[in-house]
């Protein structure tokens, strides 16, 4: 699913830059998309990269973004990106890597990241780079797996990083992989799935088989698992676990009676993109991606009205509305353990960086604005949006409103909503005053903007600490279930302290969410005008 989905999106990309683009549909064999980077592959094997390259993974020999592609290699047969690292399988079945290898993703003891392509395996017959794992298929069915294990995606297990290759399963013939789970088709025909799934934390340290009736199988970086059963018809997967086995119910019906082939299950599910570009396909497409942490590269272009060289139409604005409205749509339960994670008087340099540990994590936080910021970090706003997380008003410049006249008051308020819609179409029903003042007189004010006041219930005080270990120890040692907590994403220190503290947070089955969502998923009534400090 990888690669196809990430060739379809990609030629979209490149579809829209068509004026720039050097490539002709039948000269490219694959592409493959990582959090903000892109490898081509060509027909004739030559390998090409371009995009951010701030951890060397673009294979170039340095750390320099590259606009445009750039040949790398030659003689390649098979190409894999994760998350900030690349594979490379040439046609002598050697297996290279480049990128990030903080978490031993490249299967090389020495975690530096690598800028140029190095040597991993041999007798390779196929890759996969996963989120931060890898995956190399050896031509006799060995499956190896290295890099990191913290959700048991390499079905080891120690939840640890792994520094070099080692075996999994034995008769393997196929493998994809998701962001942090898998599915393998070993050579009897059977299907097994190993990593994290969303009906629990950990699929256990091994390899759990599904059910018989399955011709062929797949997943994608959302983690969505696909299947083909023996009637012909294909589905999306709908868990429901057993003791010994993962029992999918056949409730979203996708297809009937398609064509078994080796690419089947691959083309049913981008048909309508491959053939038409429909504009219903593309919105597919894109929504089928959210989530991830790469697909900020791919619409980027649809939703830079602003930019002199850009023209805003029609087609962009509806994309850009069906990307907001996908990701508002709620994925828990009132029962689940919630809390929403609140940042102040961003956005700043900090936030893009934070936004990509969030989306990874499928967690979703509400963004307070301070309307100069706002102003000055506009992508950072259309990413808050279409990653599905909420943007607030937390004012303009950040005054003790309670001694403001109520022009200056209406002046702050009404200055930081119009930067906001200007940019993403939002219109802000939430607010946090500066410093936590406020009046009746305020509230007053802000009921006729129709804006709800949401306070905090746990108050980190980063601004004052200044340290990533005491912010992270201190959201883990005070979060609960409702509570609303306080960061500020202008201190590189608090975002440090909070990504550390992310993965735990979610270890402990902690849901992540939106204000306004928590409100809706606890059935508590927005009123205008009111201060609310938990919600529970």
């Known amino acids: 699913m990888k690669k196809r989905l990430c060739f379809v999106l990609a030629a979209v990309f490149v579809f829209m830059l068509a004026n720039t683009a050097v490539y002709a549909d039948n000269d490219i064999k694959k592409i493959s998309c990582g959090e903000d980077f892109v490898l081509i592959l060509k027909t004739n094997g030559d390998l090409y990269s371009f995009g951010k390259n701030d951890r060397g993974q673009l294979g170039t020999g340095d750390e320099v973004d590259y606009d445009t592609p750039v040949k790398i290699m030659s003689n390649i047969n098979d190409i894999s990106c994760g998350y900030k690292h690349s594979l490379v ?19 090389i003891a020495n975690s530096d990241s690598q800028r140029k392509p190095v040597e991993i395996m041999t007798d390779v017959e196929e890759c996969r780079a996963a989120g931060f794992h890898s995956f190399a298929l050896k031509k006799n069915g060995n499956l190896y797996g290295f890099g990191n294990n913290l959700f048991s995606q390499l079905a080891f297990s120690a939840r640890t990083e792994y520094k070099k290759p080692l075996l999994i399963m034995q008769n393997v013939s196929k493998i994809e992989s998701g962001f942090i789970t898998s599915v393998i088709k070993k050579s009897d025909g ?18 759990i088989r599904l059910e018989k009736d399955i011709l062929d199988a797949t997943i994608n970086q959302n983690d969505d698992l696909y299947f083909i059963d023996k009637s012909k018809s294909l589905y999306k997967m709908s868990k429901n676990n057993k003791a010994d086995t993962l029992s999918f119910h056949k409730k979203d019906l996708l297809a009937k009676n398609i064509s078994l082939g080796e690419s089947s299950i691959y083309q049913e599910l981008n048909l309508n993109l491959k053939n038409e570009l429909s ?50 749509s709620h994925r828990y339960k009132k029962e689940d353990k919630l809390i929403a994670i609140t940042f102040d008087d961003g956005p700043s340099t900090y936030t893009d960086s934070l936004l990509n540990d969030l989306n990874r994590y499928k967690a979703r936080a509400s963004f307070f604005v301070l309307g100069k910021n706002a102003k000055a970090y506009p992508d950072a706003l259309k990413k808050i949006v279409c990653s599905g997380h909420e943007i607030a008003n937390h004012s303009f410049s950040h005054p003790n409103l309670a001694r403001y006249s109520n022009n200056n008051v209406l002046s702050q308020i009404d200055t930081t909503d119009n930067i906001v819609h ?8 939430l607010f946090r005053p500066p410093y936590g003042s406020y009046n009746k007189n305020t509230l007053s004010l802000l009921k006729n903007r129709k804006k709800a006041v949401i306070m905090w219930s746990v108050d980190t005080l980063d601004w004052k600490h200044k340290n990533a270990t005491y912010v992270k120890n201190y959201i883990l040692n005070h979060a609960k279930d409702g509570d609303i907590v306080l960061l500020h994403d202008i201190h590189k220190t608090t975002v440090d302290g909070f990504k550390q503290a992310l993965p735990i947070l979610i ?10 969502e928590l409100m809706d998923l606890r059935s508590i009534n927005k009123e205008y005008g009111n201060v609310y400090f938990k919600l529970k």
């Open 89 to 107: 399988l040439n046609k002598d079945k050697k297996l290279y890597g480049f990128g990030d290898n903080s978490l031993y993703q490249l299967g």
């Open 507 to 516: 270890d402990r089955g902690f849901k992540l969410v939106t204000v306004s």
């Open 190 to 207: 059977s299907f097994f799935v190993f990593g994290k799934e969303s009906t629990k934390k950990f699929i256990d340290n091994k390899p």
């Open 279 to 328: 504009t219903k396909s593309i919105y597919q497409a894109l929504a089928s991606s959210l989530n991830k942490d790469y697909t900020w590269l791919r619409y980027k272009e649809l939703i830079d009205f602003d930019k002199p060289d850009h023209k805003k139409s029609a087609e962009r604005e509806k994309i850009f509305d069906f990307l907001k409205k996908e990701m508002k």
């Open 422 to 429: 200007q940019y993403t179409g939002e219109n802000i029903s």
